[in-house]
């Protein structure tokens, strides 16, 4: 195991793209609100929740005129690749990761929007279903979302069999959780394929209410996968659906790391790298609890949130920087302990930063 060696050093011979996402880019309506009962009549407060389009179109009428509002280009993935792109090559000029995914007909802000941001994708088009989006609704330090997923459901066996060549190069295969719900027959396609070759598969949580209708799909690629994010509400469900009972929520990332029946073949190959030994589960807890990863036969680590220098501008970017620091770390090959440390400091840093917006260079503290 590579230990201590600099990030940007660490990863100069990696073949690019690194990782392949498959998720679902969406427009993102960012609307902070004044009026908490909007929340509480459409959404979970501080919670997810996917709407139907008539619902979409009753909230959308019901936003007070004088809220303050903003756009750009989401998904589930996308903030966390494009922090781990600007750690590994703030200029862009070595793209480590690309995103595969479809949208709809009428797309233009979201596609411009994705290009300004310098995300390499491989988006497919479909003309027969119009582009969907997702809404943020903010009440003071509440934030809720709804979201109307459209082309993002449709991407197809024929989609990924243009991705093949990605497929064979990249190191790292990274599912968002919708692209498990709506396109699974590919997420299985994929599991069978990357069996064979020594990919990691990574899956983040992203959510609890994904596991009331759909938890039999998200329990099966949690199986596939090698690498498990979420935060103690995601864990949570995630225990719930697997009926392992625990006495502290703690308990949950070590109970989950030593359950069998998730294990598969694809996570059992022999290998002298950390992440193929078992399952990793990294959970985190907020701001003042530490962030658990376990990994291998209950081996664990424990990190403290780092409290940021700086103001604390905006929470919402938190977790997305912890996956990309702790994945970067995985590509770096550190050990389990650096990739940790290493994704709360991308986290504290990003507490500082409105909007997940990254500065022209990267700091030199997270030039590790």
């Given at each position: 195991?590579?230990?201590?060696?600099?990030?940007?050093?660490?990863?100069?011979?990696?073949?690019?793209?690194?990782?392949?996402?498959?998720?679902?880019?969406?427009?993102?309506?960012?609307?902070?609100?004044?009026?908490?009962?909007?929340?509480?009549?459409?959404?979970?407060?501080?919670?997810?929740?996917?709407?139907?389009?008539?619902?979409?179109?009753?909230?959308?009428?019901?936003?007070?005129l004088q809220s303050e509002y903003g756009s750009s280009a989401e998904g589930l993935g996308r903030n966390s690749m494009r922090i781990l792109q600007w750690l590994c090559d703030e200029t862009f000029q070595k793209q480590?990761?690309?995103?595969?995914?479809?949208?709809?007909?009428?797309?233009?802000?979201?596609?411009?929007?994705?290009?300004?941001?310098?995300?390499?994708?491989?988006?497919?088009?479909?003309?027969?279903?119009?582009?969907?989006?997702?809404?943020?609704?903010?009440?003071?330090?509440?934030?809720?979302?709804?979201?109307?997923?459209?082309?993002?459901?449709?991407?197809?066996?024929?989609?990924?069999?243009?991705?093949?060549?990605?497929?064979?190069?990249?190191?790292?295969?990274?599912?968002?959780?919708?692209?498990?719900?709506?396109?699974?027959?590919?997420?299985?396609?994929?599991?069978?394929?990357?069996?064979?070759?020594?990919?990691?598969?990574?899956?983040?949580?992203?959510?609890?209410?994904?596991?009331?209708?759909?938890?039999?799909?998200?329990?099966?690629?949690?199986?596939?996968?090698?690498?498990?994010?979420?935060?103690?509400?995601?864990?949570?469900?995630?225990?719930?659906?697997?009926?392992?009972?625990?006495?502290?929520?703690?308990?949950?990332?070590?109970?989950?790391n030593a359950l069998t029946n998730i294990t598969v073949s694809v996570s059992s190959t022999l290998n002298e790298n950390w992440v193929h030994h078992g399952?990793?589960?990294?959970?985190?807890?907020?701001?003042?609890?530490?962030?658990?990863?376990?990994?291998?036969?209950?081996?664990?680590?424990?990190?403290?949130?780092?409290?940021?220098?700086?103001?604390?501008?905006?929470?919402?970017?938190?977790?997305?920087?912890?996956?990309?620091?702790?994945?970067?770390?995985?590509?770096?090959?550190?050990?389990?302990?650096?990739?940790?440390?290493?994704?709360?400091?991308?986290?504290?840093?990003?507490?500082?930063?409105?909007?997940?917006?990254?500065?022209?260079?990267?700091?030199?503290?997270?030039?590790?």
């Amino acid at each position: 195991m590579v230990e201590k060696v600099p990030l940007r050093k660490a990863i100069e011979k990696l073949k690019l793209p690194a990782i392949i996402v498959f998720g679902n880019p969406l427009a993102d309506y960012h609307v902070h609100t004044g009026n908490k009962d909007l929340l509480e009549k459409y959404l979970e407060v501080d919670g997810e929740t996917e709407l139907l389009e008539e619902t979409v179109h009753k909230l959308i009428l019901d936003l007070p005129l004088q809220s303050e509002y903003g756009s750009s280009a989401e998904g589930l993935g996308r903030n966390s690749m494009r922090i781990l792109q600007w750690l590994c090559d703030e200029t862009f000029q070595k793209q480590y990761s690309v995103y595969c995914g479809r949208i709809g007909d009428g797309a233009s802000l979201l596609r411009y929007s994705i290009r300004a941001a310098d995300v390499d994708d491989r988006y497919c088009i479909n003309y027969r279903v119009l582009y969907k989006y997702c809404i943020v609704l903010t009440y003071k330090s509440s934030r809720s979302i709804a979201t109307d997923i459209g082309a993002g459901g449709v991407f197809t066996l024929h989609d990924l069999n243009r991705a093949q060549f990605l497929l064979r190069t990249a190191k790292m295969i990274y599912i968002e959780k919708y692209f498990v719900t709506y396109s699974f027959p590919v997420v299985l396609e994929i599991a069978k394929q990357v069996e064979e070759r020594s990919n990691i598969v990574v899956v983040n949580l992203s959510g609890t209410y994904i596991f009331n209708d759909d938890h039999l799909e998200m329990c099966k690629i949690v199986g596939y996968a090698n690498i498990v994010f979420g935060n103690v509400r995601e864990m949570e469900a995630l225990a719930q659906s697997l009926n392992v009972t625990y006495d502290n929520v703690t308990d949950i990332p070590f109970l989950l790391n030593a359950l069998t029946n998730i294990t598969v073949s694809v996570s059992s190959t022999l290998n002298e790298n950390w992440v193929h030994h078992g399952r990793v589960f990294v959970m985190s807890q907020g701001e003042s609890a530490p962030v658990i990863a376990v990994w291998g036969k209950n081996q664990s680590v424990q990190v403290q949130p780092i409290k940021p220098t700086a103001p604390v501008i905006d929470t919402a970017g938190t977790d997305d920087a912890l996956v990309a620091g702790f994945l970067a770390g995985v590509l770096a090959q550190w050990s389990p302990k650096h990739c940790l440390e290493y994704g709360c400091k991308v986290a504290s840093f990003i507490l500082t930063r409105h909007g997940v917006g990254l500065p022209e260079n990267v700091p030199p503290d997270l030039l590790e």
